[in-house]
């Protein structure tokens, strides 16, 4: 428990790729001089999509950060979207055409992740990675109307939509923040 | 010249949509009378029924509208899967509703899918729309 806090929002949006942690640490040195200095904007395209990825898979639950799962993960998703967790999620052709290559791109680098059983992972909430953090996160906590499923991340993270997860913003129905 | 009636009395009667989903009303209202002609123009009193009627859904359990939107359309609702909240329904109440056939047509899609576990017919969903514009 005792970790280290104030990772950054883009460290975070990694998670999903955690794994390889180390490997990603040094392409990030690689990448470095080239990638820091210009955080290249958005084009109209591109926000265009964000806003439309946003909409549609925030309509439900909020939308997750594409980055917690690897492309074949969302593949599969967008693949089985009729019958998405027991509902119907379906999209029109050209919406879906453009939600799947989003997700596609902004995808976590890790296409190794499997879930729980070694299947290719749907939830962000079965990964290896994700059970670690939440080890200590009790089932009461989870399951209470509040919170309902480990799906609802904005139910605790009180920044999730934002991409950010630290601990100092962690507010848990009923029980309060997260204290160490 | 008896599709020009049905598209009439729409016109008059259903203000609270905006003419695209008025429009797609009217398409409903023409598909309907083809799949049955005994069809007299959509009724609000079967669209409650539709939407406040409990049915075993695509899970295999108990469903209806209301288990997400609730039986007062002016309310927000709440995603009874997911727990997230669910803006009203009403036109009334929420100005955004029934403005776009897209948004519409996707959701009569996938919440017939949730509650009948089949899509709706074309006078169901035109039932079920004239009832949530009175409410």
């Known amino acids: ?180 | 010249m008896k599709y020009l009636s049905i598209a009439l009395l729409f016109s008059t009667s259903l203000m609270a949509a905006s003419p695209e989903v008025v429009q797609y009303m009217n398409e409903l209202s023409k598909t309907a009378k083809v799949q049955n002609s005994s069809f007299n123009g959509f009724d609000a009193s079967r669209g409650k029924e539709i939407f406040t009627s409990t049915h075993t859904g695509k899970q295999g359990k108990p469903m209806a509208c209301t288990s997400c939107h609730t039986t007062n359309l002016a309310n927000s609702g709440k995603n009874s899967l997911t727990g997230k909240v669910i803006d009203p329904l009403s036109p009334r109440a929420n100005p955004q509703r029934l403005t776009s056939t897209k948004e519409v047509a996707k959701w009569l899609k996938r919440n017939f899918m949730d509650v009948y576990a089949r899509e709706g017919t074309a006078q169901e969903k035109g039932d079920v729309l004239t009832y949530i514009m009175k409410n």
């Open chain 1, 1 to 180: 428990m005792t970790k280290i806090v104030n990772l950054s929002i883009a460290a975070l949006l990694l998670a999903g790729g955690v794994y390889l942690y180390a490997d990603d640490d040094k392409r990030e040195e690689h990448e470095h001089h080239r990638s820091t200095v210009v955080a290249k904007p958005l084009t109209p395209q591109e926000k265009a999509t964000t806003a439309l990825y946003t909409k549609e898979c925030g309509a439900c639950h909020m939308a997750y950060q594409p980055q917690f799962l690897p492309k074949r993960s969302w593949d599969k998703t967008m693949k089985t979207l009729d019958n998405h967790f027991g509902t119907d999620a379906s999209l029109d052709q050209s919406d879906h055409k453009s939600i799947q290559n989003y997700l596609a791109s902004h995808a976590s680098k890790n296409d190794q992740v499997v879930d729980v059983r070694g299947a290719v992972a749907l939830r962000i909430s079965e990964t290896p990675y994700f059970v670690r953090e939440h080890r200590e996160v009790t089932k009461k906590m989870v399951t209470q109307p509040e919170v309902k499923s480990f799906a609802n991340c904005n139910a605790c993270h009180t920044q999730a939509l934002k991409g950010s997860y630290r601990e100092r913003e962690i507010r848990i129905p009923n029980y309060g923040r997260w204290e160490d």
